[in-house]
């Protein structure tokens, strides 16, 4: 909640409000950021469901990509697999996600 007022007080004072209608804004914000990291948590957790079913290859790829967020070939030169052979697990992650 705080954080949401204080994006609303920011958000006021570039618009040139001041703080006169903050409280007004305060609300709808409030609940339009809720509703956002609710929508974004649920697809959080939705990927995440899918990428535990994923096969150990893809799933390594994942982790070490997306993860902990490591170049493509460094995970290549950590698996012993060559730069193609990760971009090729990349792609049929992207499709098991997007499934």
């Known amino acids: 909640a705080r954080r949401c007022a204080a994006d609303v007080m920011r958000a006021s004072r570039r618009a040139g409000e001041g703080t006169r209608g903050v409280e007004a804004h305060a609300e709808e914000g409030a609940s339009t950021m809720s509703e956002a990291r609710l929508d974004a948590r649920r697809r959080v ?5 899918r990428a535990v079913a994923m096969p150990p290859s893809l799933r390594a790829v994942f982790e070490a990509v997306v993860c902990e967020g490591r170049a493509i ?4 030169g950590a698996l012993a697999l060559s730069r193609a052979a990760v971009d090729t697990r990349l792609r049929r992650m992207r499709q098991c996600l997007a499934a």
């Open 45 to 49: 957790r939705q990927m995440l469901a």
């Open 73 to 76: 070939d460094e995970v290549a």
